[in-house]
Structures are given as C-alpha cells and as structure tokens.
C-alpha cells in the first residue's frame, strides 16, 4: 500500500513537470511571436533611402559634366535591408566611381545604435545623354562640310565609341577622312583640315626676313591643308624647296 502511494505521487509529479514544459515553451513561443510583431512596427526597409543617396551623391559629382543622364538597372547587394527606425545611420564607405562605360559603384556602412551591422554594394548603370551634331546627307572623301550639311541630333554616349562634337564650330569648314552615310554622328575621328593647295597649282612664294619679303611664283609639288609643309618648286629657279602652306594661294620659307 505504501508503495503504490509513492508510486503515485512520482507519476503525478512527473506528468506536472511534463505539463510545465511545455506551457514554458509555450510562453517563449508566444513571446516570440508577439516580440516579431511589435518589433515590425519599429523596423523600416532602407532599400529607397540608399538609392535617393545615391542619386544626390551622382547629381552633386563632377564625374558627369552633363546634366542631361538617368539611371538604369539599380542593383544592391544585400537588399530588401530592415534596421531600427530610431538608432540608425547610413553612412558612405566608399566614394561614388563611375567607369568608362557607365557603370556606377558605392559602398555603404550601416549603423545601428552606434554599431555597424552591414555593409551595402550599389551598383549602377548610368545612360549619359549629348546634344551633337549628324550628317544630314552623304558625304564622300574630303567633302568640306558646311553649316547646312549637318543638324542637331541627341544621342546616349554609350552607342558612340569615338568622341562626338558638340560645337558646330568645331565641324564646319572640316573635310572628312572617308566616305559617311547620312545620320552619322560626327566625331572627331572622322575629321581633317581640308587640302587647300593641291598637287600642281600655281603658288606665291613669300622669304620674309627682319629687312625685307621676297616673293616668287612657286608650283606645289604635293596637297597641303593649313598649316601643313609641303615641297614647292620655284619657278625661277626650278629648285623644290619646303614651305608652310598659309592659305589657299600662299606659302612661306624660312617659317
């Protein structure tokens, strides 16, 4: 009799110990539960406001002179990033970079109550846009162009491999190297001061000294652009000599 009491009491004890097991797991994973939405209201997604610094931080950079670009194919590495809505900072671990061919990179350190608890890469692609100039017509080979040959077009420098010119200046009274479609975009590459003198015209001569100018008829043995030498042969003289082309009808010795 006395055994099965003890006996009884030992069973009823360990069936207690089982029930408040489990009601403290119980607890823990109700506390949890409520911990994870309270902390939900406390939490905010940082994605937007790293990609708003980003965007200021290219806007106020020098590494694009042109106003006129807009940023595609945003990526972050991690993303999707909660942190305290009160105790946080953003702060920029490395400088804006942008490479040649558009592509942006930052680094940033992320703060909470005062300790750093990530690092975020942004990456970036950049499309920066030109006012330039293209060929309205064809041109052909040493075409000079003039003011009507070209008009105003906006181009991503991105489809543009050589260097666009931007300044009509810089295009008309130019001859280009080869032969180009029309809506070409003119780059420098395509460009070349145009032949004035050619080969077997009839040139003035000019030997300028602190006395005195000398001046013949001369006959140009090879094309020259301005400021080019070429080799002249005096007519007097039936000597070639080298002069420096001055302008259509001129060139110089001695220069």
């Not at 949890?32 to 106020?60: A, G, H």
């Not at 003011?147 to 300044?167: A, G, Q, T």
């Not at 602190?210 to 001046?215: E, G, K, L, P, T």
Request: net charge neutral.
């Amino acid at each position: 009799m006395k055994h099965s009491i003890y006996f009884i009491c030992f069973a009823a004890l360990t069936v207690f110990l089982i029930i408040s097991d489990c009601l403290a797991e119980r607890i823990n994973y109700l506390d949890e539960v409520y911990n994870k939405k309270t902390d939900k209201t406390d939490k905010i997604i940082l994605d937007e406001k790293i990609i708003s610094i980003f965007k200021d931080e290219l806007r106020k950079s020098n590494l694009i002179t042109q106003s006129d670009f807009e940023i595609a194919d945003i990526k972050m590495s991690p993303h999707n990033i909660s942190v305290s809505e009160k105790n946080h900072e953003i702060l920029c671990a490395e400088n804006l970079a942008i490479s040649n061919n558009g592509h942006a990179t930052m680094m940033f350190d992320l703060f909470e109550d005062g300790k750093k608890t990530k690092s975020v890469k942004l990456t970036a692609k950049i499309n920066i846009f030109k006012d330039v100039f293209c060929s309205v017509t064809p041109f052909s080979n040493d075409y000079v162009i003039t003011e009507n040959d070209v008009i105003p077009c906006r181009v991503n420098l991105e489809d543009i491999k050589d260097n666009p010119i931007d300044e009509l200046s810089g295009i008309v009274g130019k001859a280009v190297k080869f032969s180009i479609p029309a809506g070409r975009v003119i780059t420098y590459r395509l460009l070349k001061t145009p032949i004035i003198i050619k080969r077997g015209d009839n040139v003035e001569i000019i030997l300028k000294t602190s006395n005195i100018i000398i001046r013949t008829t001369g006959e140009a043995m090879q094309n020259g652009s301005e400021g080019a030498v070429i080799r002249v042969k005096n007519i007097s003289t039936k000597r070639d000599i080298t002069a420096k082309v001055i302008d259509s009808n001129t060139v110089k010795v001695g220069f």
